[in-house]
Every structure is written in structure tokens, then in C-alpha cells.
């Protein structure tokens, strides 16, 4: 096995369970062998020889592949360079949240985990979601936001892009999740919790908050949190303050969600009206 220096490793700061790794213009070339833990990911660039479970499959840029703990696997270009990512994810953490996705869609209880059943997809809806995934991931949103993209992808690789179904719950249960968010607007919240303050299980809070919503509880409080950041800067307040109260990491993480939702700095904003 040639050796891969163009690859690097990161621990997940927020869900530690995981691991990323990302190879960029690599040559390298792997003998077949197994992981412990799920892994699955997406090729970035370039063709590949992909086997798994005894079948071989020709892979390219945008094509996701999923291994199973113990699948003894190899993965090699064609010819050339070759780019990707992929997340390594432990099987027993694996097993617990997909119970909260399964038992919600579809009853099934009891299992220790639910094996991808293909080798890999090209399922757009998959891409996508693992592609939100692997950037929360990799820039350590915040662990709400993280979490909810977990959910997301593993909704649609176990379900296969088939329509959710909407958890059916009391509006009140929903509306106290909602005040709970507003009213600890600068704290790092947490699935468990907001579920426990729901009655539900995390996966079943997430797509009802959705449903009455609009949107995540994640992408919910950002837009939140954006919304009084532009009452606070009309009113003068030094920016730095702004994003300390409302709870961001540091001034360049309230600029980069600030920019993304205004199209434009918090500082020019706050020029037209101070």
C-alpha cells in the first residue's frame, strides 16, 4: 500500500464519536481491508475502482459510498489523482440514532444498528445531506446544528429519500421548545434536552418543529439571533458585545452567519444607521 501523505484526519470537537478524513490530489492505493465503524463518503474528484462485499463498481466525482462495519473493501483510482471525504462514525452511537429514525418512520425497535443496504448511492437528496453533514462537521457549527444534520442524513440513507413522516404532536410541547430557545438564546443547546422539554425523542422533535416551524431548531435560533443582532446594532452597541450576548464563538463567527442571512457585514450595517 502506497503511502498517503496527502490525507489528513480530524476528531469531531462536537460529536467526538466521529472522525473525518480528507484526501486531496491523492495517488494512493489501498489493499483491501475492514473498519470497525460505519464509514461512508463522497469522491470529489476523479474515477475509482471500488470494491465491496465481493462486487466491483466504477466510481466518480459526486458518488457517495457506504461501508458497513467489517466489509472488507478497497478503494483505488483508475488512473491519475483522485480527491475525497469520508466520516468514520462509531457503530454502537450509529445504532442509537438510527433507532430514534427508525422507530419514528417505521416502528422497527430492537436493533443494534441497520446496515447500508448498497455499496454506494447517487441519490441527490443523499449528497446534499451528507455534503451539510461533513461542513458542520468539519467547521464545528454548533452542536444543535450538527446533531440536526446527523438526523437529516441519516433520515434519507435509511428511507431512501422517501417523504418523512411528520411526528404528531401538541402544539404546546413545540411552542415550550420554542420559548425555551428564545429564552436562552446565547446558550449551546442540546437535542436531549430540548426532546426531554418536548416529551418526544430527538429525531420525532426535530421534523415536528419543522412542520410548525419552518424550520430546524437550529436554523430557527440563528435566524433568531441574526434578527436582534441588527435591533442591537442600530441601537450603537459595540459589535464585539453583540456577538458575545447573543452567544457566538467570536466576532469573525457573528460576521460569517451575519453576512450569509444580510448579504452584508455587521459593521456596514451598522454604518447606515449609527
Known sequence: ?????????????????????????????????SHDEFSFGIIEQGRALYRNRNRTHQIGAGDIVTINPADVHSCNPEAGLWSYNMLFVDTEQMGVWQQDVLSTETGKTGLDYAPFNADLERNTQIKQRYQSLFSALKNDASLLEVQSRFFDFLHVSLAKGEPSKVASAPSGAIKRVKEKLLDQIA?????????????????????????????????????EKIKRAKVMLKSGQEIAQVAYDLGFTDQAHFQKHFKKRIAVTPKYYQSHFV
Open 1 to 33: 500500500m502506497k503511502k498517503d501523505i496527502s490525507a489528513s484526519f480530524k476528531r469531531s470537537t462536537v460529536l467526538p464519536w466521529i472522525e473525518m478524513r480528507i484526501a486531496s490530489q491523492s495517488s494512493a492505493c489501498y489493499n483491501a481491508h
Open 187 to 223: 446558550l449551546n443547546h442540546e437535542l436531549e434536552a430540548l426532546s426531554h422539554e418536548a416529551g418526544m425523542s430527538r429525531y420525532q422533535l426535530l421534523r415536528a418543529f419543522k412542520h410548525q416551524y419552518g424550520l430546524p431548531p437550529h436554523a430557527y435560533l440563528m435566524d
